[in-house]
């Protein structure tokens, strides 16, 4: 069935990576059977219409707190799950917020969705002919990434954290994420680098998604909502530091990062705890240290029980965008983040990640890299708080990109 707003493209490209948060057990065992596509302006409300689509292909998304038996063997040319991607616009529209700057990857759609089944003989990962960057069917040739263009200086950005560090002061908020964005020029074949992004250690969520002409590559470590045996979790992270023993003394030791990653937690309760019919929401782990990419990053626990009327649409719209990634109150901090950033999150701070028979599970688009086919764009921030120090807030956050652009150049 066809939704009004909703284009379906029966003839979706073919896998050039493990797609983002998908079961070990299909691994390079996708078929793309069809794709849902979203941009903002559209009509129609996308988490209704990705909804629609998702179940008209089989998919339990109109009850996802149910249990029971549920698990089942896929089989070759079953449907075994589908792809979704929600970009941080996407998830303003979903929440009724402040939609901020133009995204500098326009031609990737605001929602995507590719629903796959199980085959044994398909397109192998890595096999970049037919796809949009090679149309001709000839060798990309070797990959070259060019220099790296901010979207704002480091002045600017420090700036800008004093300017949210004003507005807590005022009582307009109390948290703030401000992020920025860099892009970079690059010819031949982006395979291999993508991979490279998707295997950094510690990427809970490392995958590729790839359209018409234009490629998604995450090494995120952090759920924005995972749900299963009618639980739903979200494991937020606020707090960063290099991966040392006296980076770990000193995060643990941070009353700034506890309090702000706190104040987050509290957030996201609260997103879990609007379902209608969930709960009770219990913190199952409070600043538990983990390691990615050579840095000590604080990550919670938030769950509940899951009502079995909680649909796809409602749940997206209670957790999109995540609460790590905008601020508290959180349309407050979208209207500040509007303001304030220069050039739009596009696929950065929004949702990537599986939807299957038993389970859906979405992390979040941090440590996230997008090629629209000329250039590649990278995306880090942090969350702001009145303690913050501007300079230290700018080293942060070329801490966490730093490893997404090495992965690309190869080293």
Not at 54 to 78: F, H, M, P, W
Not at 191 to 196: I, S, V
Not at 332 to 337: D, Y
Not at 378 to 393: H, K, L, N
């Amino acid at each position: 069935m066809l939704h009004a707003g909703a284009v379906v493209d029966h003839c979706p490209l073919p896998p050039i990576g493990r797609p983002p948060g998908a079961p070990a057990g299909c691994h390079a065992r996708h078929h793309a059977l069809s794709a849902f596509r979203w941009h903002q302006g559209d009509p129609g409300d996308p988490a209704e219409l990705v909804a629609d689509f998702l179940a008209d292909n089989g998919l339990t998304v109109r009850s996802l707190g149910r249990t029971g038996d549920k698990y089942q063997t896929i089989g070759d040319g079953e449907i075994c799950g589908a792809s979704l991607y929600v970009s941080a616009d996407a998830g303003a529209v979903m929440a009724g917020g402040v939609i901020g700057s133009r995204s500098p990857v326009p031609g990737i759609p605001d929602v995507y969705a590719v629903v796959y089944r199980h085959a044994r003989d398909v397109t192998p990962t890595g096999d970049m002919s037919g796809d949009p960057w090679n149309p001709d069917q000839s060798s990309p040739g070797p990959w070259s990434l060019g220099p790296w263009r901010e979207s704002w200086t480091p002045e600017r950005h420090a700036a800008a954290v004093d300017e949210v560090r004003a507005a807590i002061a005022r009582g307009d908020v109390y948290q703030v994420n401000v992020v920025g964005h860099a892009s970079a020029p690059y010819t031949g074949d982006p395979g291999p680098a993508l991979r490279r992004v998707a295997a950094l250690a510690g990427a809970r969520y490392g995958g590729i998604l790839a359209g018409d002409g234009w490629a998604i590559a995450t090494a995120s470590p952090e759920t924005l909502v995972e749900v299963r045996d009618g639980r739903i979790v979200t494991r937020p992270i606020k707090g960063t530091r290099p991966a040392t023993a006296a980076g770990r003394r000193e995060l643990l030791a941070s009353a700034k990062e506890r309090a702000e990653h706190v104040m987050i937690v509290d957030l996201e309760r609260n997103d879990l705890a609007r379902l209608p019919g969930t709960g009770p929401v219990r913190v199952d782990e409070l600043f538990a240290v983990r390691e990615w990419a050579g840095l000590w990053q604080a990550e919670s626990v938030v769950s509940a029980s899951l009502d079995p009327g909680v649909g796809l649409a409602g749940l997206l719209r209670a957790v999109c965008p995540g609460g790590s990634v905008t601020g508290a109150p959180k349309l407050a901090a979208l209207a500040a983040i509007a303001a304030l950033e220069p050039v739009g999150r596009g696929v950065s701070m929004g949702a990537l990640g599986w939807i299957g028979h038993d389970h859906l599970d979405l992390g979040l688009t941090i440590r996230t890299v997008a090629l629209d086919g000329a250039r590649a764009h990278v995306w880090a921030g942090g969350g702001i708080t009145i303690d913050s120090e501007p300079a230290a807030e700018v080293e942060e956050a070329a801490a966490k990109t730093g490893p997404v652009r090495a992965a690309l150049r190869g080293q």
